[in-house]
């Protein structure tokens, strides 16, 4: 079986060496590197922090459904990691056309080498994204997250979501969840879209939100004409409360779109020219370094590949930036996703 690692070592030119090389490579590729070469095929992506020099980089793919999916269940790397498979397993057995979209979320930086850890499980619901609709109805989403998590109740987590599903507004759209079985305190990551300013504002005073709004406002701010939209990110502790940390999935004004579904497949079809103005000013605003953003820039790209007597079709484009506020501190991260295909399938 051809592996991830294998897949990327081919992909080894085209990847700038400002994003990824040297000891940040080799640690990815020793995190993920046994994966099957066909996680690449739905999505797979990369983590920058595009205000650090160093060339290192955290990685995502997509696990349901498909090859990817059972190489979590069947691979036993430590017991965190074994009870995520078995939810995968039960989640996934059986099913053809899931009605919840898996992503699995590998942190390589700052995990000490040789203590492998399970990965993040971010959930995405199938159902249709409606304006002023729900997609995720918090108790079924606490029992499956809590699931993840091993715990034999989800109470908890069923409040913590309630509260923080009744202050969104009517026109938001909670579009993931996730949490981190391996992280020692339990938190839910949700990433809410279609919220605007105001709503923003009125949501984070009604959930009692410890950050500064003045400054989520002015940064935001900053970057409205050049960037219109954006998911927040916040984290719900599962015994209450939101951390000050808080994030913002942000997109170019150019690949402005009303459908969310629309949104997030805009990385397929966005090329360099989308994102210049954007990451001109993350630059400008010195929260990306401008060498790493001549380095997202020149990720967009499409060519054929030939592995181990296999012929793919690559597509690689920037998925998001993600502006990240912790009190008063501002950090600039870059998604850049990665699809391969094999010839052979696209042709049949």
């Not at 990685?59 to 939810?87: C, K």
């Amino acid at each position: 079986m051809m592996t991830l690692r294998d897949l990327l070592q081919g992909l080894r030119p085209r990847i700038p060496d400002v994003l990824l090389t040297g000891p940040g490579w080799e640690r990815l590729l020793q995190r993920i590197g046994d994966l099957p070469a066909s996680a690449a095929v739905d999505l797979c992506g990369f983590e920058f922090k595009l205000g650090d020099p160093e060339p290192v980089a955290d990685f995502s793919v997509v696990a349901a459904p498909g090859p990817a999916a059972h190489y979590y269940i069947a691979n036993r790397e430590s017991a965190a990691l074994a009870e995520t498979e078995t939810w995968l397993g039960n989640t996934l057995a059986g099913r053809k056309k899931p009605d919840i979209w898996v992503m699995l979320a590998y942190d390589v930086v700052g995990i000490p080498e040789g203590r492998p850890a399970a990965p993040a499980v971010y959930l995405q619901s199938q159902a249709t994204l409606p304006i002023g609709g729900v997609a995720f109805d918090p108790d079924q989403l606490a029992d499956i997250l809590g699931g993840i998590l091993n715990r034999r109740d989800s109470l908890d987590e069923s409040r913590a979501l309630s509260r923080v599903f009744a202050a969104m507004p009517s026109n938001a759209v909670p579009v993931f969840a996730a949490v981190a079985p391996a992280r020692v305190i339990p938190v839910i990551r949700l990433v809410i879209a279609e919220m605007t300013l105001p709503d923003l504002r009125l949501f984070l005073d009604r959930i009692d939100w410890t950050g500064s709004i003045s400054t989520v406002v002015r940064t935001l701010t900053q970057i409205h004409d050049v960037s219109k939209r954006f998911m927040l990110s916040l984290d719900v502790v599962v015994g209450g409360g939101i951390l000050p940390r808080i994030g913002f999935e942000i997109y170019p004004t150019s690949a402005d779109d009303d459908n969310t579904d629309e949104l997030l497949a805009m990385w397929l079809r966005t090329t360099q020219s989308d994102w210049q103005s954007l990451t001109n000013r993350l630059v400008d605003m010195e929260l990306c370094l401008p060498a790493k953003a001549d380095g997202l820039l020149s990720w967009p790209k499409n060519y054929k590949l030939f592995r181990n007597d296999e012929v793919y079709v690559l597509h690689m484009g920037i998925n998001h930036f993600k502006l990240v506020i912790d009190e008063n501190r501002l950090q600039v991260k870059g998604y850049a996703g990665l699809q391969c295909v094999p010839l052979n399938r696209i042709s049949r």
